[in-house]
């Protein structure tokens, strides 16, 4: 955060200078920045009298009402004694406004843990605002399907908001809010994406991590069990894809503070081991939360360890500190570049709605997406794309007009065939003349296989939102790779053509075979036109009107 010594008094001048420069952080942080108070330039902890610090928060106070913006005092601390035995203070403050158009700052975090180690019902508790009964009541309004109300696992991916508003209040389902009040309401808005715990729907999971495009991963590990079943893969899958994790230890209320301390030692153990190289870091108060928040997106290796309770509401509070002061990974310049290039939304849910027709939910990629935007969409099992016309469009349930790169939500697309859909398509600009292919090479390591990886060799491969069963036809330079090795790979998939952006993660899996790497350009030139799928890595694509 930026030091400013004082703000005591500050000339007209110098009140303009200084809310025009709040106003370029606020803007470069997406609506929120986080300014230190008695400190130096060069880092020093100066501090300032009690007088000083009052009339410094007076000044940031009448500088972010110029820019319409709300102040929250995130912390105090006292520095030193000056001559006079006077204490000085610093203060960290929080500033955040809601953005001139309404488009709330949203960050995703994926919810990853083993079976019955209380994610759902963690997710209940902070979006209902109720605590648990202990035996599973938060967690119902979640759950999508009947047979996840009778076994209490989930099966399917859920997402649950939790909005803050402009002074750092908790927003969310109490007081009998809808959805639209809440995203009215908040400033920021934090969309958890409740993921499955039990193995069996495992390829559930990797596609909620690898299509959904979490900001962060949130791992919740009961305190009872400590790290068990599904935990220690769950951890390597987001850190194979480079999602910055957090750990929540649940149901402290249900063991000794020994146990606690024996499953928090356990996760430390693991953290620090050489393949993690992560540095774990204990909240236990306030402060921590909030030096955790700012931390942990400055450095890659540091992984905050939060140990609550959804029965007794246990240093709850610990984590919505911690929640919204968490900034966001991408500054606003970053957003606007990739808003510039063209519209490409990834395809991840397909519904049929009542009296509103087909809905596709997922993800803009890139690009800006309006009302009544003419697109296609493919590739068809021909290798083909279909023009469609944008319907309306929301966003955590309530009507927006304009999506920007970065943000999910559903699109309807009113009497468009949904038999003509599938998951794992792509929706670009026609001007994009997207490339598609049915072979394509990738850089992989092997984390973990039974026997050896050799050609010939099936695979469920997953990039980005494409989900497919892919053969190896070729190991560049070896016979057969075996765990822990590298090596250039040409896929087929099986069944149908898929749309895939060169440098894209790739993750694939078959029983216990695991690996991860990205996908490489090809030594191949292409046609313009579509060609046989034996004869090329790649086919261009054919732009066709649906009947």
């Not at 102040?71 to 000085?88: A, K, M, P, S």
């Not at 559930?204 to 305190?223: E, K, R």
């Not at 069990?225 to 929540?248: C, D, N, Q, S, Y």
């Amino acid at each position: 955060p930026p030091p400013w010594l004082k703000l005591v008094n500050p000339t007209q001048y110098r009140f303009e200078h200084l809310a025009t420069q709040l106003k370029w952080r606020l803007q470069e942080g997406r609506g929120e920045a986080v300014y230190q108070i008695g400190v130096e330039d060069n880092g020093l902890l100066v501090g300032l009298t009690e007088a000083d610090m009052r009339a410094s928060l007076k000044t940031l106070k009448r500088m972010a009402e110029k820019v319409g913006a709300d102040i929250t005092l995130l912390r105090e601390r006292e520095v030193d004694y000056d001559l006079d035995r006077n204490t000085r203070k610093i203060a960290e403050v929080l500033v955040r406004k809601v953005p001139d158009d309404q488009q709330f700052l949203d960050l995703r975090v994926a919810v990853l843990g083993n079976v019955d180690s209380g994610k759902s019902t963690l997710l209940g508790v902070l979006t209902q605002g109720e605590l648990d009964n202990g035996r599973g009541r938060a967690r119902l309004n979640l759950f999508r399907h009947l047979h996840e109300i009778q076994t209490g696992r989930t099966s399917s991916i859920s997402f649950e908001i939790l909005g803050f508003n402009s002074k750092g209040e908790v927003v969310n389902y109490s007081e009998s809010r809808t959805a639209e009040e809440i995203c009215e309401s908040s400033s920021k808005m934090i969309t958890f994406i409740d993921l499955a715990g039990h193995h069996k729907y495992l390829k559930t999971t990797i596609f909620g991590l690898t299509s959904y495009c979490p900001d962060f991963a949130m791992l919740v590990v009961s305190a009872n069990t400590g790290i068990a079943g599904t935990t220690r893969e769950h951890l390597g899958l987001a850190m194979a894809l480079k999602v910055p994790i957090f750990i929540v230890v649940s149901k402290v209320d249900l063991c000794s503070r020994g146990t606690v301390e024996r499953t928090v030692r356990q996760l430390e153990r693991v953290l620090k081991q050489p393949g993690c190289n992560k540095v774990p870091m204990v909240v236990s108060n306030p402060d921590d939360a909030v030096t955790a928040a700012q931390q942990f997106t400055q450095s890659a290796c540091i992984t905050p360890i939060f140990t609550l309770s959804s029965v007794s509401g246990e240093s709850l509070d610990l984590l919505k500190v911690f929640l919204n002061i968490l900034p966001p990974l991408s500054n606003s310049k970053e957003q606007e570049e990739l808003m510039q290039q063209l519209t490409e939304f990834q395809v991840d849910e397909i519904y049929s709605v009542p009296d509103v027709g087909t809905v596709v939910g997922g993800t803009l990629y890139s690009g800006v997406c309006r009302e009544g935007e003419r697109l296609v969409v493919g590739p068809t099992d021909e290798g083909r794309f279909l023009r469609l016309k944008v319907g309306s469009i929301q966003r955590n349930r309530s009507a927006c007009r304009v999506l920007r790169a970065g943000q999910a939500a559903t699109l309807a697309l009113g009497n468009f065939d949904r038999s003509l859909l599938r998951k794992g398509m792509v929706m670009v600009s026609p001007k994009m003349n997207p490339t598609i292919c049915c072979q394509f090479e990738a850089a992989i390591v092997l984390l973990f296989h039974a026997k050896t990886f050799r050609r010939g060799s099936q695979v469920t491969v997953h990039v980005g939102n494409v989900r497919q069963t892919a053969t190896v036809d070729d190991l560049h330079g070896k016979d057969e790779l075996r765990t822990g090795e590298r090596a250039v790979v040409r896929f087929r998939f099986i069944k149908h053509p898929e749309y895939l952006r060169l440098g894209a993660k790739l993750l694939f899996r078959e029983g216990v075979t695991k690996g991860i790497g990205h996908v490489t350009p090809h030594n191949v030139k292409t046609s313009g036109q579509l060609v046989d799928k034996r004869r090329s890595f790649i086919m261009r694509t054919l732009i066709i009107d649906t009947v």
